[in-house]
């Protein structure tokens, strides 16, 4: 797995970074959010935590569950709250493809990196993603331990 380069104009302000140990990721999307005022005050200071978070479908339509965006420190009481479930935007055929995979095949839907886009605009990647076995985990673990042994080797030899 390499790493890709960050695109120009893309702030990153989180990134799941154990999303790719604890799951097997079958396909990534774009979705915007519908945010309010404070929420993207917090986000622009880079602010948020996406460790336990997770996409639900209710109702037709697509929701953050438990990303923490923590309450704008300059705000007065109209602040928002942390934890509260955010809507997801995509188009319509997009959410019941994801909504059917999600019921038929047990897969789950995570998030991976919160960013701001060149336009400015709030934007979530989440991946369909199925959850790994402990053996898989290890098996991931040792062919990371074995590409970093190669490349000190390499190194060393020249």
Request: contains cysteine; charged residues 35%; positive net charge.
């Amino acid at each position: 797995m390499s790493k890709s380069k960050p695109e120009p104009g893309r702030k990153i302000v989180a990134d799941n970074r154990k999303a790719r140990f604890n799951f097997e990721i079958m396909d990534t999307f774009e979705a915007g959010l519908a945010l309010v005022g404070t929420e993207v005050k917090s986000l622009r200071a880079g602010k948020a935590s996406l460790g336990e978070s997770y996409a639900s479908a209710e109702g037709g339509a697509l929701w953050l569950v438990n990303c923490n965006i923590p309450e704008y420190a300059n705000a007065s009481r109209a602040n928002h709250e942390p934890k509260r479930p955010r809507k997801l935007l995509m188009h319509k055929r997009e959410i019941d493809r994801l909504t059917g995979a999600i019921q038929r095949e047990g897969l789950t839907l995570i998030p991976l990196k919160l960013y701001f886009n060149a336009r400015g605009i709030a934007k979530l990647e989440l991946a369909l993603a199925r959850g790994k076995k402990l053996h898989d985990k290890r098996q991931t673990e040792k062919d990371r331990t074995w590409q970093r042994d190669k490349a000190r080797l390499m190194r060393e030899k020249g």
